[in-house]
């Protein structure tokens, strides 16, 4: 019959409890539509309407009830989501804090490595200072103004040690140079300038040529007899 026509067991049994009849979950569907058109209330137009309203009902709540099933699917979706947002954040944080420390420590790193590195070569100026003023020192002593312009003075310009060793060897190299190119004196023996005004070898007005004594006149002094004009073996005197 039209009248049951889209209706559920469950909206056949709503209409029968409406016309009074007692049912339950044990009827099936075909015993439900006989008890509803054996009762005494029943009314084909009446149970029509009553049947068109329970249906109606009962798709409201259902369609109400998948909205809210949806609904609650939404929102579980959702929220998943922003646990999954929540939790790459989290990570992203975590790694940012990584990343930090571990610059902060590569940092701390190279600068250890700058101050060993500028306390090193402030080591090295240190020791290579003392080594300019020392070897200045010495060299200033046996060398000429000029060469001590030319090599002394720009030494402690050097950047190493090593540096100044080179400029050490070339200025012994061109003094060894310079000696070899200066020509040898010739010495000659002349005897009236050897002794003239040599005061060196004056005493009271006599001069002494190796180990004798002369008077201004020149003449030898004998040791043997004391006189002037002759030396010891020429001396007349016997010994």
């Known amino acids: 019959m039209s ?5 559920r067991k469950c909206d056949l049994k709503i209409l029968a409890e409406e016309l009074g009849e007692t049912v339950n979950d044990s009827h099936k569907l075909k015993d ?9 209330e029943y009314d084909e137009e009446s149970a029509k309407e009553w049947m068109n309203t329970i249906i109606n009902e009962r798709k409201e709540r259902d ?23 929540d939790r790459r954040r989290q990570d992203e944080i975590q790694m940012a804090e990584r990343k930090r420390k571990e610059e902060q420590e590569i940092e701390i790193e190279l600068r250890k490595l700058e101050y060993e590195e500028r306390k090193r070569k402030n080591e090295m100026e240190f020791e290579l200072q003392k080594i300019c003023l020392g070897a200045k020192d010495q060299i200033k002593l046996k060398v000429s ?7 002394i003075n720009d030494s402690c310009k050097l950047n190493s040690p090593d540096d100044l060793v080179e400029k050490l060897d070339d200025y012994d190299t061109s003094r060894s140079t310079f000696r070899s190119k200066q020509p040898r004196k010739e010495w000659h023996y002349d005897k009236q300038t050897f002794f003239k005004d040599d ?4 005493t009271n007005g ?14 030898p002094k004998c040791f043997h007899c004391s006189n002037f004009g002759h030396i010891a073996r020429n001396c007349s005197l016997p010994n």
Not at 32 to 40: D, M
Not at 199 to 202: K, L, M
């Open 206 to 219: 006599k001069k002494k040529l190796y180990g004798i004594t002369q008077n201004e006149r020149g003449e």
């Open 145 to 151: 103004q000029e060469v001590k312009d030319h090599f």
């Open 199 to 202: 005061s060196a070898f004056t």
């Open 3 to 7: 009248i049951f026509a889209g209706a």
């Open 63 to 85: 369609e109400f009830a998948e909205r809210r099933r949806q609904d609650e699917i939404q929102i579980a979706e959702q929220k998943s989501q922003e646990e999954i947002a």
């Open 32 to 40: 439900l539509k006989k008890i509803i058109l054996a009762s005494k």
